[in-house]
C-alpha cells in the first residue's frame, strides 16, 4: 500500500479539517498517512493579534527532505490574496535539493484550500500549490467530476476539479461543509489509490 503526507497550513483551522479528511479518504483504501503541518513563520505578537489557531495534534514538518519519503503528498492552504501563503512558500522553497536531484520525480501530488468567499481565488490558490507540484516532476490528482456534490448552484459549496475547497467566510465564521469535507475525502482516496498503483 502507498504511504501518503497529508502537508497543510492552517491560520484558523478549516484547512486542518480538510486536511483530516482528506487523509480519512486516503487511509480508507489502505494507505499508511502522516498529517504534518508547516512551520509558522509570522511573528509571535502578528499570530496573537489575529487569533490564528496554534494548537494541533499534528506535528510540524521541519525536514523539507522529509518529502522524499512518501509516494504521495497532498498539499492544503488557505489563499493569501489568489495564491499560497508565505508559510507554504517558505517550506516549498526550501526544497530546492529534491528537486535538483529528481527526488519527488513521478510521485502523486494535490492540493487543497479554502477561501473567504466564492471568488475568494480558490482556482488561482489551488494553482500556485499545483505549480510547485508540477515543477517537482508529481502527477497531480484534482477533485474529478466523479465527485458530483461539487456541481450546482444551488447553495454556497467549495470544490474545484483543480482540487477541493471550503469557504470560510470573511471572518471566518463558515465551518467546512459536510459535502466539502466528503470532497477532500473523495480526492484524499484518489490519490491513495493511483499512487497504489504506481508504487504497490
Known amino acids: 500500500m502507498s504511504k501518503v ?17 482528506v487523509a480519512q479518504g486516503a487511509r480508507e483504501t489502505g494507505a499508511t498517512v502522516d498529517i504534518r503541518r508547516v512551520p509558522e513563520t509570522a511573528p509571535a505578537e502578528i499570530v496573537a493579534q489575529a487569533g490564528f489557531k496554534t494548537e494541533s495534534e499534528h506535528p510540524v514538518l521541519e525536514d523539507v527532505n522529509a518529502l522524499a519519503d512518501y509516494d504521495a503528498i497532498v498539499v492544503g492552504a488557505p489563499t493569501r490574496f489568489g495564491r499560497m501563503p508565505s508559510q507554504m512558500a517558505a517550506f516549498l522553497d526550501k526544497a530546492g535539493g529534491l528537486w535538483l536531484n529528481g527526488s519527488l520525480n513521478g510521485k502523486v501530488g494535490g492540493a487543497f484550500t479554502s477561501t473567504a468567499s466564492q471568488h475568494g481565488g480558490q482556482e488561482t490558490t ?6 510547485n507540484l508540477l ?14 456534490a461539487q456541481m450546482g448552484v444551488d447553495k454556497l459549496r467549495g470544490g474545484s476539479p483543480y482540487g477541493a475547497t471550503t469557504i470560510a467566510g470573511g471572518d471566518g ?23 497504489t498503483k504506481l508504487f504497490g
Open 173 to 195: 465564521s463558515r465551518q467546512p461543509g459536510e459535502e466539502e469535507l466528503d470532497g477532500a475525502r473523495y480526492q484524499g482516496r484518489r490519490i491513495a489509490e493511483t499512487a
Open 5 to 21: 503526507l497529508v502537508l497543510y497550513y492552517s491560520s484558523y483551522g478549516h484547512i486542518e479539517q480538510m486536511a483530516d479528511a
Open 126 to 131: 489551488l494553482f500556485s500549490l499545483l505549480t
Open 135 to 148: 515543477h517537482f516532476g508529481m502527477t497531480i490528482i484534482g477533485l474529478d467530476y466523479g465527485f458530483q
